[in-house]
Antibody, heavy 115, light 108 residues
Framework: QVQLQESGPGLVKPSETLSLTCTIS????????WSWIRQPPGKGLEWIGY???????DYNPSLKSRVTISVDTSKNRFSLKLSSVTPADTAVYYC?????????WGQGTLVTVSS | EIVLTQSPGTLSLSPGERATLSCRAS???????LAWYQQKPGQAPRLLIY???SRATGLPDRFSGSGSGTDFTLTISRLEPEDFAMYYC?????????FGQGTKVEIK
């Protein structure tokens, strides 16, 4: 059974860089594409981007200038960096398998942007 | 970017009733690449339907998806207590992947 677990700081200061990691268990990172999705409190879902184990990526144009997704095949995990954050980036951040329909999802981690 | 509009915003129904949720796309969704998710408070979304009409593994057959082009529907034939939740559609026919704003199915 594939499981994903997000990890990283729950509080980030404005203008700094948000960094999260998603650790995969039950599957090899080379078996699929992997995505990041976020959900502001009380709002809907926004796709951030995806990566393949080769390093190939695709990002949402709305965030492209600030987003980097990378992969660490040796540790079977992938990461998200979002630079120059503002309070509008406060959200639950999810990682998920696939670049088409998303299944499964991690449990999500709340990241708050505040000074 | 394909904009997905879900309706209604809220659906108030009783257990045992039929729920019909709509998802309309601003342009045709390539190859009917549309998925549906269920999300309960404090939980991650759960995949229900992909390819507009294919059920995810283990999904009860009271859930069904249909539609093509720009108009898609999720139907729950008889609502069970555990089905009251938020539902989102998502297209993966083009980039960026986009989600609808959601339909809340609440107990009447």
């Amino acid at each position: 059974q594939v499981q994903l677990q997000e990890s990283g700081p729950g509080l980030v200061k404005p203008s700094e860089t948000l960094s999260l990691t998603c650790t995969i268990s039950g599957a090899s990172i080379s078996s699929s594409y992997w995505s990041w999705i976020r959900q502001p409190p009380g709002k809907g879902l926004e796709w951030i981007g995806y990566i393949y184990y080769t390093g190939s990526t695709d990002y949402n144009p709305s965030l492209k200038s600030r987003v980097t997704i990378s992969v660490d095949t040796s540790k079977n995990r992938f990461s998200l960096k979002l630079s120059s954050v503002t309070p509008a980036d406060t959200a639950v951040y999810y990682c998920a398998r696939s670049a088409v329909w998303f299944d499964p999802w991690g449990q999500g981690t709340l990241v708050t942007v505040s000074s | 970017e394909i904009v997905l509009t879900q309706s209604p915003g809220t659906l108030s129904l009783s257990p045992g009733e039929r729920a019909t949720l709509s998802c309309r796309a601003s342009q045709s969704v390539s190859s009917n690449y549309l998925a549906w998710y269920q999300q309960k408070p404090g939980q991650a979304p759960r995949l229900l339907i992909y390819g507009a009409s294919s059920r995810a593994t283990g999904l009860p057959d009271r859930f069904s998806g249909s539609g093509s082009g720009t108009d898609f529907t999720l139907t729950i034939s008889r609502l069970e207590p555990e089905d009251f939740a938020m539902y989102y559609c998502q297209q993966y026919g083009s980039s960026p992947r986009t989600f609808g704003q959601g339909t809340k199915v609440e107990i009447k």
